[in-house]
């Protein structure tokens, strides 16, 4: 999501990507391995599509509200 060149969300990206990395090396052990298969993350594909399609503000709406959900 904060790679995109779609997105300009504004917030401290090295924390996050530690954070969110650390999660999900304790949740999925896929995610440990080099090559990982989106086509097996429906989800992430969709919800990747419509955050491209939102505004800016709403954009930063969604990922504040993200990340306070998942703190």
């Known amino acids: 999501m904060s790679d995109s060149n779609y997105t300009n969300l504004k917030y401290n990206k090295t924390e ?4 969110f990395d650390s999660i999900l090396k304790e949740v999925d052990d ?13 989800l ?4 990747m599509a419509k955050i491209m399609e939102m505004a800016k503000e ?6 504040l509200y993200l990340f306070n959900y998942i703190k």
Do not use: C, S, V
Not at 16 to 19: A, G, Q, V
Not at 30 to 42: D, G, K, Q, S, V
Not at 44 to 47: G, K, P, S, T
């Open 16 to 19: 996050m990507y530690n954070y």
């Open 30 to 42: 896929e995610y440990r391995n080099t090559l990982i298969n989106f086509a097996r993350y429906h």
């Open 44 to 47: 992430i594909m969709f919800a």
């Open 58 to 63: 709403e954009q930063n709406q969604g990922a």
